[in-house]
T-cell receptor, first 108, second 115 residues
Framework: GIQVEQSPPDLILQEGANSTLRCNFS?????LQWFHQNPWGQLINLFYIPSGTKQNGRLSATTVATERYSLLYISSSQTTDSGVYFCAVDVGDDKIIFGKGTRLHILP | SAVISQKPSRDICQRGTSLTIQCQVDSQVTMMFWYRQQPGQSLTLIATANQGSEATYESGFVIDKFPISRPNLTFSTLTVSNMSPEDSSIYLCSVTAGGGTDTQYFGPGTRLTVL
């Protein structure tokens, strides 16, 4: 089946820093989503981005479907950005497969 | 978007017992999904629940262990049967937004600890 790999697995940054998270996938996909799981376990959908670039405040995402990767950019990090960031790809019938996530810890 | 609630939010159960988790959505949806997230791990799809038909289970998950009901377009339950400590996980339900987008929305999860 399709493989979804995320890097880096862990990231520790000082508040105010910028970061780039990467998601590689092994086959063509219908769409790709980025999620943030906060320390309380709630999953929040950040972007639905099968291709192209989207921006939402300090966050932006770019997916290059032809090269099978997506990037999530976080600028001017805040402590509330801490948590785990997952990318997930649609493998058909609305079923999505998750990567293993990037655990981000922002230090005050 | 969709607003999803789950009950209970957390529970501590004894080995050998069963727990039923409820998932309620604020709008009618065709498909609902159940996921398991083991401690420190990513999310794994357990099954897809369609109203009016049997749930479709992913490899490694069976109906006897995780029976699912889907009585209408806004509600589903997942039962974790004959629990063991290995079943300690967060269980999440999700739905697809529809309306031309496949964005998925997740409930807050049920944190289960089996002693």
């Amino acid at each position: 089946g399709i493989q979804v790999e995320q890097s880096p697995p862990d990231l520790i940054l000082q508040e105010g820093a910028n970061s780039t998270l990467r998601c590689n996938f092994s086959d063509s996909v219908n769409n790709l989503q980025w999620f943030h799981q906060n320390p309380w376990g709630q999953l929040i959908n950040l972007f639905y981005i099968p291709s192209g670039t989207k921006q939402n405040g300090r966050l932006s995402a770019t997916t290059v479907a032809t090269e099978r990767y997506s990037l999530l950019y976080i600028s001017s990090s805040q402590t509330t950005d801490s948590g785990v960031y997952f990318c997930a790809v649609d493998v058909g019938d609305d079923k999505i497969i998750f990567g293993k996530g990037t655990r981000l810890h922002i230090l005050p | 978007s969709a607003v999803i609630s789950q009950k209970p939010s957390r529970d501590i159960c004894q080995r050998g017992t069963s727990l039923t988790i409820q998932c309620q959505v604020d709008s009618q949806v065709t498909m609902m999904f159940w996921y398991r997230q083991q401690p420190g791990q990513s999310l794994t799809l357990i099954a897809t629940a369609n109203q009016g038909s049997e749930a479709t289970y992913e490899s490694g998950f069976v109906i006897d262990k995780f029976p699912i009901s889907r009585p209408n377009l806004t509600f589903s339950t997942l039962t974790v049967s004959n629990m063991s400590p290995e079943d300690s996980s967060i269980y999440l339900c999700s739905v697809t937004a529809g309306g031309g987008t496949d964005t998925q929305y997740f409930g807050p999860g049920t944190r289960l600890t089996v002693l």
